[in-house]
Nanobody
Framework: QVRLVESGGGSVQAGGSLRLSCAASGYTYLSHCMAWFRQAPGKQREGIAALNSGGRTTYADSVKGRFTISKDNANLYLQMNSLKPEDTAMYYC???????????????WGQGTQVTVSS
C-alpha cells in the first residue's frame, strides 16, 4: 500500500503561483510513476501532469508552459505559475508502479487539496 498526502493548496489571484506537494509513504516502490490530476465542480477528473520512473514528464495542453511537475525522493511537487480562474479545482496526487501518463488508471490516490483562483 502507498499513502499519499497532498498539501499546498489555497486561494490566489489570477496570475499568481502555488506549489503543491504530495508526500508518499508506505511501499514507495509502488509509486515509481506519479501524476497530478484535478477535478472542477461538475467536470470529470483530468490528468494534468505526469512523471514516469525515467524522469520523463507529460503535460496536458491546458497547463503546458505554466505548470511543472517534479519529484524529490518520495515526494511529488507541482509548481503552478500564471494561474487562471479556470485552474480552480481539487487537485489530486496519484501513484502506481505502472506508468499511465495522464490516464485515470492509477491505483493510489491522495485525498486532494483545493486550489481556488479568483479573477
Amino acid at each position: 500500500q502507498v499513502r499519499l498526502v497532498e498539501s499546498g493548496g489555497g486561494s490566489v489571484q489570477a496570475g499568481g503561483s502555488l506549489r503543491l506537494s504530495c508526500a508518499a509513504s508506505g511501499y514507495t516502490y509502488l509509486s515509481h510513476c506519479m501524476a497530478w490530476f484535478r477535478q472542477a465542480p461538475g467536470k470529470q477528473r483530468e490528468g494534468i501532469a505526469a512523471l514516469n520512473s525515467g524522469g520523463r514528464t507529460t503535460y496536458a495542453d491546458s497547463v503546458k508552459g505554466r505548470f511543472t511537475i517534479s519529484k524529490d525522493n518520495a515526494n511529488l511537487y507541482l509548481q503552478m505559475n500564471s494561474l487562471k480562474p479556470e485552474d480552480t479545482a481539487m487537485y489530486y496526487c496519484a501513484a502506481d508502479s505502472v506508468c499511465y501518463g495522464l490516464k485515470d488508471l492509477y491505483n493510489y490516490w491522495g485525498q486532494g487539496t483545493q486550489v481556488t483562483v479568483s479573477s
